[in-house]
């Protein structure tokens, strides 16, 4: 099961952390990772991290999104900084490859005003 929290309304600049809950072995045995999704538009995987704590992210957000898990947790987080109006979607975790039956949580909105 996945559990998206933390998104809201921001103004441009500022900053939002997004948690992911995570129940389940199979997330805890694999990398993780968080997506995003525009209206009409497919979902996308903006960053990843595996079970090492090695991570990655699509070359736009590199120093501004930060994500992080706690294993024994269950928990995955996205730390977002200086959003930008472009940021604006709504925001998914899930396996950083694949999914389980396909199933993706409920997500969390992200809007960023100018």
């Known amino acids: 099961r996945l559990v998206e929290s933390g998104g809201g309304l921001v103004q441009a600049g500022g900053s939002l952390r997004l948690s992911c809950l995570a129940s389940?072995?199979?997330?805890?045995?694999?990398?993780m990772g968080w997506y995003r999704q525009y209206p009409g538009k497919e979902r996308e995987r903006i960053a990843a991290i595996t079970t090492d704590g090695v991570t990655h992210y699509i070359d736009n957000l590199k120093g501004r999104f930060t994500i992080s898990r706690d294993i024994a947790q269950g928990m995955v987080w996205l730390q977002m900084n200086d959003l930008k109006p472009e940021d604006t979607a709504v925001y998914y975790c899930?396996?950083?490859?694949?999914?389980?039956?396909?199933?993706w949580g409920q997500g969390t909105q992200v809007t960023v005003s100018s």
């Open positions: 389940g072995d199979i997330f805890g045995w694999n990398a």
């Open positions: 899930n396996l950083a490859a694949g999914t389980v039956n396909n199933t």
